[in-house]
């Protein structure tokens, strides 16, 4: 299984990924995806989709062990997920959203030091994700337009709000500690992995 934990700038992906991981392994890998391939001067889509697949090629190299991978740290949409040329030969994906109001997320990055001018494309970002969490049919082409050639969109577009293949939980991060995230995200990811959570069909 492959275990997305995603969301945009400033919602806790890495933080929430390295509370969590102890409890995990060895039985899952924790990564994000500086982890796997070489990040680039200047990462695009079409490069975050094709290190995309080198997520999914690692968990299918776990899933031959009986193990499992949990990617956690990017803002990789779960559409990508599903289209990346290998992700048909998974065994399930679970996908999580991490997400918070936009006044928090300005609060955040602002602290961190994120320059003002780039906190509009964060916040438009984020509210992109949230509306791809819940409708796969909610502007594809941020993903496809100038995505990379090889991924396989037909696997879900198409697909409209309430489609039961269509499965993404949702926890706000804007009301809690960072501690309480991690503990509802572990309790999803390990209801993932015993079946009982919905996910989407390898």
């Known amino acids: 299984m ?31 995806l500086r982890d796997l391939v070489p990040i680039p001067p200047l990462p695009d889509l079409a490069w975050r989709q094709r290190a995309t697949e080198e997520a999914v ?15 956690a740290g990017d803002p990789v949409a779960p559409g990508e997920v599903l289209a990346a040329p290998s992700a048909d030969r998974l065994e399930a ?20 030091g994120e320059p003002q001018a780039t906190l509009p494309d964060h916040l438009a970002f984020a509210a992109w994700m949230r509306e791809h969490a819940a409708d796969p049919g909610h502007m594809p082409e941020v993903l496809t337009a100038a995505g990379w050639e090889e991924m396989r969109w037909e696997r879900w577009l198409g697909w409209e709000r309430g489609d039961p293949r269509w499965q993404v ?4 991060t804007g009301n809690r500690e960072i501690g309480q995230v991690a503990a509802a995200a572990l309790a999803w990811a390990t209801a993932s992995l015993r079946g009982e959570t919905p996910a989407f069909g390898g």
């Open 57 to 71: 090629r690692a968990a299918l190299e776990l899933q031959a062990e009986g193990r499992h991978l949990l990617l």
């Open 169 to 172: 939980e949702v926890i706000d």
């Open 2 to 32: 492959l275990l997305l934990i995603t969301g945009a700038s400033g919602v806790g992906k890495s933080s929430v990924r390295a509370r969590i991981a102890a409890e995990l392994e060895p039985a899952v890998r924790c990564v994000e």
């Open 93 to 112: 994906v679970a996908a999580c959203l991490l997400d918070c109001r936009p006044d928090v997320q300005r609060a955040r990055l602002i602290a961190r």
